[in-house]
């Protein structure tokens, strides 16, 4: 089994900056996609910005730019650097990993933090 906890979410002010953080702990296939993803209320999760193995990055038209994910492959973490926040920023932050087996995609989520932007 595999547990994602995410941590960092908050409440800040438009302009401002916040950092998440998602470390994974149990049996993670070697070659996998770790990410964020966020759900506004009322509205579908969306993927905010993703981080292969390899390398490759991946992000929402919405935070080119202003977010910025990167990744400890030895401590199986990722972290989610957001600038320049606006209060359409402001959604439930879930973790996501993802990886194939036998062309079946696997998938683990966080719980989820609550990020904020309002003045």
């Known amino acids: 089994q595999v547990q994602l906890v995410e941590s960092g979410g908050g409440l800040v002010q438009p302009g401002g900056s916040l950092r998440l953080s998602c470390a994974a702990s149990g049996t993670i296939f070697s070659s996998n996609v770790m990410g964020w993803y966020r759900q506004a209320p009322e509205k579908e999760r969306e993927l905010a910005a993703t981080?292969?193995?390899?390398?490759?990055?991946n992000y929402a038209d919405s935070v080119k730019g202003r977010f910025t994910i990167s990744r400890d492959n030895a401590k199986n973490t990722v972290y989610l650097q957001m600038n320049s926040l606006k209060p359409e920023d402001t959604a439930v932050y879930y973790c996501?990993?993802?990886?194939?087996?036998?062309?079946?995609?696997?998938?683990?989520w966080g719980q989820g933090t609550q990020v904020t932007v309002s003045s």
């Open positions: 996501h990993v993802h990886w194939f087996v036998a062309g079946n995609q696997i998938n683990y």
């Open positions: 981080f292969t193995t390899a390398g490759t990055t």
